[in-house]
């Protein structure tokens, strides 16, 4: 029982900040999305993913979830006064890095910007093309992500 973990402190010191950036200034959107309004870079907001259970969720639940989040954010981002002066929404992450035809296909545009030795990378959509995508004029998001996935 008191065997002890074998956890890098990299993945430790990650996971903390991601904690604490969380518990400071985020919001939760879901049960697999929070956001914070970066307070360093003025009309950003970046995404951020929790921890989950890929085996038991599976890619189609956690693409349906992920979305509605993205729906739930769009919705936000219209009717939330304090978040009028966004202009582009941002995600970084080691999912951006790995499979950034992903991220194409939900709407956010892969800039190139990379940590090779963290296998993170950075995504972009602009306001305006993520209400599109996700916003309350769009009532039947589109599919495109899972109907690739059954094919």
């Not at 074998?6 to 697999?32: C, H, M, V, W």
């Not at 954010?73 to 009028?84: F, G």
């Not at 039947?140 to 899972?146: N, Y």
Request: charged content about 30%; cysteine-free.
């Amino acid at each position: 029982m008191n065997e002890k973990l074998n956890i890098a402190k990299d993945t430790l010191r990650a996971a903390r900040q991601e904690s604490e950036a969380y518990f400071n200034d985020g919001q939760r959107i879901n049960e697999l999305l929070w956001y914070h309004v970066a307070q360093d870079l003025p009309g950003e907001i970046g995404i951020h993913l929790f921890q989950a259970d890929m085996d038991s969720l599976g890619i189609k639940n956690f693409i349906r979830i992920y979305k509605e989040g993205l729906s739930e954010l769009a919705h936000r981002i219209e009717t939330d006064p304090t978040l009028t002066d966004i202009k582009q929404i941002t995600a970084w992450s080691h999912i951006v890095y790995s499979n950034p035809g992903l991220l194409r296909l939900l709407g956010f545009e892969p800039t190139g910007e990379q940590d090779k030795k963290r296998k993170e990378a950075l995504a972009i959509s602009s306001r305006a093309d993520f209400l599109e995508r996700y916003g309350s004029k769009n009532e039947h998001p589109d599919a495109e992500a899972v109907d690739m996935l059954e094919s």
